[in-house]
């Protein structure tokens, strides 16, 4: 019996970590000075008929008797049904993240202004007072960003950790039909050039696909 050896780095992202970082206000525009009346804009010229999509390029057949194959696994990640999941759920904590973390920069920008504006009239008390809370918001902001970057990195490794488990059963059963010796991820293994039929990912995504299986909703306790 042939020894069968799948050589796959799982090194995908499946999505970067959010970039907390404040808006800067605008500033108001100037006031504009008085300009000529504009000319009439000229008709919009007629558009084209639309050219029909080429049709898409029919698969390469698998080169029979090659030992050799290749798989694009971001594109896995990208099409499968696992990989749409697991971006969705990440994403949905990004979003989360950033929603409460633009919160604490409306608390801080609102001190700040007050400071600004009324500050000149406060008391030298109530003044310290604002300013120490804006202090404890900006420490806080420091930490919530921290430990929600971290929160999303754990996320992404668990994913990634269970995205890998159920892929590398597929990827081996694959390899051992075809009676392959190696099985590379293209972009990442240095491939300059290979004949298109070597690349599997299609099949890969069509047996993840049919055996995922979507998460089960918590059923709500019994009424009392």
Known sequence: MKAFVVAVALAFVLAGSPTFAQT???PPQAAQTAQPPAKPAAPPATPAPAQPAPPAAA??????GAKIAFVVLQRIVNESQEGKVAST???A?????AAELNEKNKQLTAIQQKLEKEGSVMSASAQGDLQKQAERIQVEIQ???QDAQQEIQDLQNSLQAAFQQKIDPILAQVG???GLHFIFNGPDSGLVWADLGLDISNEIIKRLDAAYKPPTAAK?????
């Open 220 to 224: 709500p306790p019994p009424a009392q």
């Open 143 to 145: 930490r919530f960003t």
């Open 176 to 178: 051992q039909e075809k």
């Open 89 to 91: 759920r990440i994403q």
């Open 59 to 64: 698969p390469r057949p698998f080169p029979e």
């Open 24 to 26: 800067p206000a605008q």
């Open 93 to 97: 904590l990004q979003q989360k993240k």
